[in-house]
Nanobody, 113 residues
Framework: QVQLVESGGGLAQAGGSLRLSCAAS????????MAWYRQAPGKERDSVAV???????NYRDSVKGRFTISRDNGKNTVYLQMNSLTPEDTAVYFC???????WGKGTLVTVSS
């Protein structure tokens, strides 16, 4: 059974940082591209960052230079380091295996001004 479990969310002040983790089980993600998405209240779920199998990355414009996606294949885990947070980053953050319909339950990030 494939499971993705996100953690690391919480309350942060504007300008602060959080590090999200996505631990995968039931499947090896070392040979798969992984993505972080987020969904703000009343809005659609949007892609935030993607990391390929060779460590190549891609980010949505609004988080470039602030967020960093990384992976630890030995731990079967993907991370999202979020710096210089703004209230606009408030959302539930999800991880996903690219090309597969497996989603975690998400972790809530709330950024106060």
């Amino acid at each position: 059974q494939v499971q993705l479990v996100e953690s690391g969310g919480g309350l942060a002040q504007a300008g602060g940082s959080l590090r999200l983790s996505c631990a995968a089980s039931g499947i090896s993600v070392s040979d798969k591209s992984m993505a972080w998405y987020r969904q703000a209240p009343g809005k659609e779920r949007d892609s935030v960052a993607v990391i390929g199998t060779f460590g190549n990355t891609n980010y949505r414009d609004s988080v470039k230079g602030r967020f960093t996606i990384s992976r630890d294949n030995g731990k079967n885990t993907v991370y999202l380091q979020m710096n210089s947070l703004t209230p606009e980053d408030t959302a539930v953050y999800f991880c996903k295996i690219v090309g597969m319909n497996y989603w975690g339950k998400g972790t809530l990030v709330t950024v106060s001004s």
